[in-house]
């Protein structure tokens, strides 16, 4: 990925926040065919392999993701947050130079790894139960596998198959106006937050801070 040193954030935990908060991957493998893509949500894990745990998911059995990959390539998952398109006319210096253009915000994290397939009903269960649990955690009354009917959850259980990423690397990517001036960010912020996209203005707010 193509990171001006003003867009690079290298803190892990920043990454590893942005992936819980939208965990949703496009995955991208090598296949006998050629590059293939899937959408799958992925829970980070903190225990793996390697320093920076790992990532943990599962996929339809009838998805030929499981049994068409290079194993000896890596594979990359990619999480991107909110993102959003910025005027020139938000640009408080755009009456004084009128030298400004459109562009897109956005933040990014690609995360590199050892594709590992986990056919074990209880590897699953367990991480079907560790995602659920994460992604439920902010409902009031949280809903667990155990509340399904127990025939009901074996079943399906037959129908998917677990992924394991070994994470060996990471790039994380927040194009938020860090190369525009004070004024012009303190402008975007406002009229992000105008125009209902709170959580980009946040994104630009943290990104300007010492």
Do not use: C
């Not at 409902?139 to 070994?166: H, K, M, N």
């Amino acid at each position: 990925m193509y990171i001006p040193k003003h867009f690079d954030e290298p803190r892990i935990e920043a990454m590893r926040a942005l992936i819980r908060s939208y965990p949703l991957a496009t995955l991208v493998t090598l296949s006998a065919d050629g590059l293939n893509a899937n959408q799958i949500p992925l829970h980070w894990a903190e225990e793996g392999d390697t320093p920076y745990g790992s990532l943990r998911g599962h996929i339809a059995r009838s998805n030929p993701l499981w049994t068409d990959f290079d194993q000896q390539a890596e594979v990359l998952a990619v999480f991107q947050s909110e993102n959003a398109y910025i005027s020139p006319s938000w640009y408080a210096t755009k009456p004084q130079t009128g030298k400004v253009v459109p562009t897109w915000n956005y933040a990014a994290v690609h995360v590199y790894g050892k594709l590992r397939i986990i056919d074990d009903p209880a590897w699953i269960r367990r991480q079907l139960q560790a995602m659920t649990d994460e992604f439920e955690a902010g409902f009031p009354e949280p809903w667990s596998v155990a509340d399904a009917p127990a025939d009901f959850t074996e079943r399906l259980l037959t129908q998917i198959v677990g992924i394991e990423i070994s994470v060996t690397r990471l790039q994380g990517k927040w194009k938020v106006s860090q190369n525009q001036p004070p004024e012009n960010r303190i402008s975007v912020i406002e009229a992000l937050r105008e125009s209902g996209q709170a959580a980009m203005a946040d994104l630009v707010v943290d990104a300007v801070k010492p």
